[in-house]
């Protein structure tokens, strides 16, 4: 069983595109995922990249998105010689 992480790494742009193709405001979303237009701002600028998983999972319902299209992409592997 997979267990929910600590933090989710959110993209930004994303974020922020997937909000406005819904026609959201900032303080809609926010209010409707009860965290701060300012927390909600600094996320979609990439100031601030991480949240906790129940201020994400109440971000991801309010939007009514995925993990696909809020989430940072992962990163490459290191290429080893």
């Known amino acids: 069983m997979a267990r929910t992480p600590a933090t989710y790494q959110v993209y930004g742009p994303s974020l922020r595109q997937e909000r406005m193709r819904q026609g959201l405001s900032i303080k809609e979303v926010a209010a409707a995922a009860h ?47």
């Open 35 to 81: 965290i701060s237009r300012s927390y909600l701002q600094r996320l979609e600028t990439g100031t601030r990249e991480r949240m906790g998983a129940p201020s994400y999972i109440r971000l991801r319902t309010a939007l009514k998105s995925t993990d696909r299209t809020l989430l940072a992409p992962p990163e490459d592997p290191p290429e080893t010689r």
